[in-house]
């Protein structure tokens, strides 16, 4: 295949790809910094756009990668997963999406395959983490010598970027506790219910990576390259530290949604004993009405030019005492 020498020769665009369905191909020296001599190159990160026919196409083409990788990489998404086959490395990773994707802010995927001399990463949505890798790596401030670094510094920026949400999820909390507390909580329920979604998100994606990062430990340590092993217990341990903020996080919602659920049976015990008491004061004079608008004969007073205000009068008497008999019961 020659998209190496293609993509060097043509600019490439970061955010549209090209007739391979390719973003970009960098080369890096053995110092870790990029250059455009393929000569050169220590090792080579290509990134491909995996909704791109071209790009399928591609990467079912190219034979360096193993049946099972090229498999995983073309395959419908079963979610995130890491493996090690034939001395590649590889997996589905989550990733949040970035501000100006067309979808709605959320969690996307980075799908990549590693070995010593070569990065191939695709995903369908522009990825924030990818991107501000790819701005350093043109910029020359942040060196990578190995692909397992690139791919730790991309795990790394999205569980930055995730520690950010889950920030930003603890002082929309601190709102929301905030209005409760003053009883200004009647707008709130939507508010809460959107926070711990977001934070079922997150916080089921840092348990699968922690239980990833775990499972590779556990499976292949003695397959792996030591500094790969070293990053699988960095970023696990990072993964682990968010799950635990996030479990904190996830308590404080049932909490919150708890006290806002009491409130509102507070509130609703209030409206009906309201509506238990009119009740109860209007029923008097419902039946002395409804007895004295019956089309009979032989009704008291009808005669008798001061009846409708004995009537009256009787009725309201009667109705504050209903009243005072039912706020008595209520204190007792």
């Not at 010593?116 to 790596?137: C, F, N, T, Y």
């Not at 682990?240 to 308590?251: I, S, W």
């Not at 309201?274 to 007895?291: K, Q, R």
């Not at 030019?305 to 209520?330: C, E």
């Amino acid at each position: 295949m020659n998209i190496a020498l293609n993509a060097e020769g043509t600019p490439l665009s970061p955010y549209l790809p090209d007739e391979h369905g390719l973003f970009f191909i960098y080369h890096f020296t053995a110092e870790g910094l990029r250059t455009k001599d393929a000569a050169e190159a220590q090792w080579t990160w290509r990134s491909y756009q995996l909704s791109d026919l071209r790009a399928r196409r591609e990467i079912a083409a190219e034979q360096a990668l193993p049946a099972p990788v090229r498999e995983a990489f073309l395959g419908a998404s079963q979610g995130c997963h890491i493996d090690l086959e034939d001395g590649w490395l590889y997996g589905d990773l989550p990733d949040l999406r970035h501000d100006y994707s067309a979808e709605a802010r959320g969690l996307g995927h980075f799908r990549f395959a590693l070995n010593e001399k070569m990065l191939i990463g695709a995903r369908k949505q522009p990825l924030e983490s990818v991107d501000l890798i790819r701005k350093a790596v043109e910029s020359g401030s942040r060196k990578f010598r190995a692909p397992a670094d690139l791919i730790e510094a991309v795990m790394g920026q999205s569980l930055d970027g995730m520690a950010a949400e889950l920030h930003g999820l603890g002082d929309t909390l601190d709102g929301i506790e905030d209005r409760i507390v003053r009883d200004a909580w009647h707008s709130e329920r939507q508010s809460l219910v959107e926070a711990r979604r977001q934070l079922v998100v997150i916080h089921r994606q840092m348990a699968t990576l922690t239980n990833l990062f775990r499972h590779l430990d556990h499976s292949h340590r003695n397959e792996l390259p030591d500094p790969i092993n070293d990053m699988a217990t960095r970023l696990s341990h990072r993964a682990h530290t968010l799950y635990h903020d996030g479990e904190q996080l996830q308590a404080r919602t049932r909490l919150l949604q708890d006290e806002l659920m009491a409130k509102l049976t507070m509130q609703s015990n209030q409206l009906l004993y309201v509506l238990s008491v009119m009740t109860a004061v209007l029923l008097p004079m419902t039946i002395i009405s409804g007895l004295f608008g019956m089309n009979v004969g032989g009704l008291p007073m009808v005669n008798t030019p001061m009846g409708f205000w004995v009537v009256s009068a009787v009725s309201i008497v009667i109705a504050a005492a209903t009243y005072l008999f039912v706020r008595r019961l209520g204190r007792m």
